[in-house]
């Protein structure tokens, strides 16, 4: 079965550079969504999109923003880079665009901010 | 791959042993609820859920309880085998929310 499938894999940027993660759901999925997990934590909610329309916002920097387009994929662009910034960066996609729909989730995108 | 879950609790377990992972969620409203399975390098996977009007389910191997009262769920994993060993996550959300909020994770391991 067809899985959520995220690229980069790994990337690796300097402090104040900018970085682009894509994230391509599950077909038919209409809801993605977007975490961070840094070594040793649970996954924190950044952002979710429904129908192409951010539906909830979570810890996400200003930093940060993302869409999802009309194939439903969707970006995550991260400009100035911390040193913080390094973490895994997950989506996730599921069918139905309220809670009672599990989530599920790429291989994720480690970055690393040197 | 990452290395997921350096100062997570851990449970360690004899292989074939049942384990009992539980999880303390925050929210009174939550109405819906994932066990999540992350081995290192990957993303979580989907274990089982249940909704609030339940208060126990079966799958394969696993079985998930939830304590409203005491805001409590439990994910329990019969004859545990060495590809059980793992971080598990429980997470939370609503109805209404496109968000769902994760728990702090246990590392399982099993001993052969």
């Known amino acids: 079965a067809a899985g959520v499938i995220q690229s980069p894999r790994h990337l690796i940027k300097e402090k104040r550079e900018t970085a682009t993660l894509k994230c391509y759901p599950i077909p038919r999925h209409d809801t993605v969504y977007w975490y961070q997990q840094g070594p040793g934590q649970d996954p924190q909610f950044l952002i979710s999109f429904y129908e192409k329309m951010q539906s909830d916002k979570g810890s996400i920097p200003d930093r940060f923003s993302a869409q999802q387009f009309s194939d439903y994929h969707s970006e995550l662009n991260m400009s100035s880079l911390e040193l913080g910034d390094s973490a895994l960066y997950f989506c996730a996609s599921s069918s139905s665009g309220t809670g009672h729909s599990p989530l599920h989730f790429g291989n994720g995108t480690r970055l690393t901010v040197t | 791959g990452e290395s997921v879950g350096l100062h997570l609790p851990t449970l360690s377990v004899q292989e074939g042993d049942n384990s009992i992972i539980n999880c303390a969620y925050s929210?009174?409203?939550?109405?819906?609820f994932i066990w999540y399975k992350q081995e290192s390098g990957k993303g979580p996977q989907f274990i089982i859920d249940i909704r609030s009007n339940m208060d126990k389910r079966q799958g394969q191997r696993v079985t998930v309880l939830l304590n409203k009262t005491v805001k409590h769920l439990s994910l329990q994993i019969a004859a545990t085998q060495p590809g059980d060993s793992a971080v598990y996550f429980c997470a939370e959300t609503t109805d209404s929310s496109y968000k769902l909020i994760f728990g702090s994770g246990t590392r399982l391991l099993v001993r052969p």
């Open positions: 929210n009174s409203a939550s109405d819906y």
